[in-house]
C-alpha cells in the first residue's frame, strides 16, 4: 500500500502530466499540516507567526521597509506563494511579489496592542503570507496594552508587526527572515532593490528539488515499522477540549481577550535544561489541566533537512507528537528520556502519516493538539535592525491561539517560560496553576544542580 506522502507525490506529478502548472509548487507534509489547520477554521484563517518589535518613533522609513520586504518575496518563492487545493491535492501557487506595508492608525482611545490585536484578527485568507504593519505607541495614544513598549513623554515609539502565515515559515526561519530584512532595509534605495532574475530562478529551482527531497525522506519514513511504532504509541491518545469537571472553564468577563498568558524567568542549569526535563514540565502542567490518568497530545517541532536539500524558506520542521500520560506521580526522567529518544528514530514521519497510524491501531485522536511546546535559543535571535538601530523585541498577549494551551521557552543564561491558552477551554485559575505546576517541575533541584 502507497504511503500517503507517495499518494501526494503521485497526485500532484499528475497535475504536471495533465498540462502543466508551472506556477503551483508542492508542499511537504509540515506544510500539509497547516494547510489542514486552515480548512478546519470556519472562516479559513491561516496560522499565523508574529514578531513584534518597538523602536522611537520616525525610525521606521515605510518606503524603505516595503522595497526590502518586496526583495524577499520575489527571492523566495514561499513568500510570493498562496495555499491552494487543485483537483484534491494541497499545493502553493507562486504569484507577484506584493507585500502589504500598512501604517495602522489606532482608532481613538486605542492602544498600539489592541490595534494590532486588531488588524490580526482582520487577517484576509486571500492575500500575501508576509504582510508588515507599523502602529504608533507612546504617550499620545491609549494607555499600554499588555506587552508593549512604554514610552516615555519624550520617547514616544512605535510597534513593527512583521507577520506570516505558518505555511511560509517555521520559528526556525525566524531569526533568517529578521536577518534577511534588515540586510535588505540598509541597502534599499542604493541600487539593485530587486534580486536579479538569475538569482530568483535559482532559488526556485532550489526549493522545488529541497522540498521533492523532503517528500522523498518523508515517503520513506512512513514505512510500515514507523506505521506501526506510531500506532502503538499513539493507540491510547485522545484529546480532551474541554477541562475536567473539577475545574471548569468560567466564562470570560465581558470584555476579555480570548486568550490568557503568563511568563517567568528562572535561573538555568549550568549543563542547560534538556529537551525531556520539558516534556515533563509539559505533563505536570497537563495534569493540573486535564486531571489525572489521561494520554493527551503534546506537539513539538522537531527535525531538519534532507542531505542535500538547500536552506530554503518554506521547507521545514516536522510537529511530532508526545504521547503526555497524567498520573498521580511523575514519570521518572529516565523513562521519559528513552521514550523520547525512540520517537525522534521515527520522527520524520509526516503528521498526518503519524495521525492515521493512530487511528488505524484504534485512537479516536482527531489530529487536534491539546499542548504545543517550543524551544528556542536566545543566541539565535537576533535583533531586527532597522537604519542603524535594533527594535526590542516584545510580546502582544490577547490574540486568539489554535490549541487549549502552548509553551515556549527560551534557553539562555536565564530560563525564560512562557504559557498562553485558550480562555474558552481553560479558567485563567486553572492555567495560572499549571504554569505554576510547569515552572516548579523546573526549579526541581535535579534539574538544577547540573
Known amino acids: ?27 511537504t507534509g509540515a506544510q500539509r499540516r497547516f494547510v489542514l489547520v486552515r480548512s478546519m477554521d470556519p472562516a479559513g484563517r491561516p496560522d499565523l507567526v508574529p514578531m513584534f518589535f518597538s523602536f522611537p518613533r520616525g525610525t521606521v522609513d515605510l518606503r524603505r521597509l516595503a522595497s526590502a520586504a518586496r526583495r524577499l518575496a ?43 490585536r486588531r488588524v490580526l484578527h482582520d487577517w484576509s485568507p486571500e492575500g500575501a ?34 507577520v506570516l502565515e505558518h505555511t511560509a515559515c517555521d520559528g526556525q526561519s525566524l531569526a533568517r527572515i529578521v536577518e534577511e530584512l534588515g540586510a535588505a532595509y540598509a541597502s534599499a534605495g542604493h541600487g539593485a532593490d530587486e534580486p536579479s532574475p538569475t538569482d530568483v530562478t535559482a532559488e526556485l529551482e ?40 473539577q475545574q471548569p472553564a468560567r466564562p470570560a468577563a465581558a470584555g476579555a481577550l480570548p486568550s490568557g498568558s503568563a511568563e517567568r ?8 535544561t534538556s529537551f525531556p526535563q ?25 527535525g531538519g533537512r534532507p542531505p542535500g536539500a538547500a536552506p530554503v524558506l518554506g521547507c521545514f520542521l516536522n510537529t511530532v507528537v508526545f504521547p503526555t500520560a497524567t498520573g498521580t506521580a511523575p514519570a521518572a526522567p529516565e523513562e521519559t ?18 495521525v492515521h497510524a493512530a487511528r488505524t491501531a484504534g485512537s479516536a485522536w482527531t489530529g487536534r493538539l491539546d499542548g504545543l511546546l517550543t524551544v528556542d535559543d536566545a543566541r539565535r535571535r537576533p535583533a531586527l535592525r532597522l537604519g542603524g538601530v535594533p527594535g526590542r523585541e516584545l510580546h502582544i498577549d490577547g490574540r486568539p491561539v489554535r490549541g487549549p494551551f502552548a509553551v515556549s521557552v527560551t534557553q539562555g543564561p536565564e530560563l525564560a517560560l512562557r504559557m498562553v491558552w485558550d480562555r474558552a477551554v481553560h479558567s485563567d485559575g486553572a492555567a495560572e496553576d499549571a504554569f505554576a505546576a510547569l515552572t516548579d517541575a523546573l526549579r526541581a533541584p535535579a534539574l538544577t544542580t547540573g
Request: glycine share 8%; hydrophobic share 45%.
Open 206 to 245: 532550489a526549493y522545488r528539488e529541497a522540498v521533492l527531497l523532503q517528500l522523498d525522506a518523508e515517503d520513506r519514513a512512513g514505512s510500515p515499522a514507523a506505521l506501526a511504532y506510531w500506532g502503538d504509541r499513539l493507540r491510547a491518545v485522545r484529546e480532551r477540549a474541554a477541562v475536567p469537571p
Open 337 to 354: 528520556a528513552g521514550a523520547w529518544w525512540d520517537d525522534l528514530d521515527h520522527a520524520a514521519a509526516p503528521f498526518d502519516t503519524v
Open 265 to 272: 524567568r528562572i535561573p538555568a542549569p549550568d549543563t542547560g
Open 1 to 27: 500500500m502507497l504511503s500517503i506522502t507517495s499518494q501526494y507525490l503521485a497526485r500532484f506529478r499528475r497535475l504536471h502530466d495533465d498540462g502543466g502548472t508551472p506556477d503551483v509548487l508542492p508542499v
Open 129 to 162: 503570507p508576509l504582510r508588515l504593519f507599523l502602529v504608533p505607541d507612546g504617550p499620545d495614544q491609549a494607555p499600554d496594552g499588555p506587552g508593549t513598549a512604554p514610552g516615555g513623554p519624550d520617547d514616544p515609539q512605535e510597534v513593527l508587526a512583521v
Open 278 to 302: 520539558l516534556l515533563d514540565a509539559c505533563r505536570a502542567a497537563a495534569t493540573v489541566l486535564y486531571g489525572k490518568a489521561h494520554v493527551l497530545p503534546l506537539g513539538y517541532p522537531w
Open 74 to 116: 520575489a527571492l523566495h518563492p514561499v513568500l510570493r506563494a498562496r495555499p491552494d487545493v487543485l483537483r484534491g491535492t494541497p499545493v502553493l501557487r507562486l504569484t507577484r511579489p506584493d507585500v502589504p506595508v500598512v501604517r495602522v492608525a489606532p482608532a481613538p482611545g486605542e492602544s498600539a496592542a489592541t490595534a494590532v
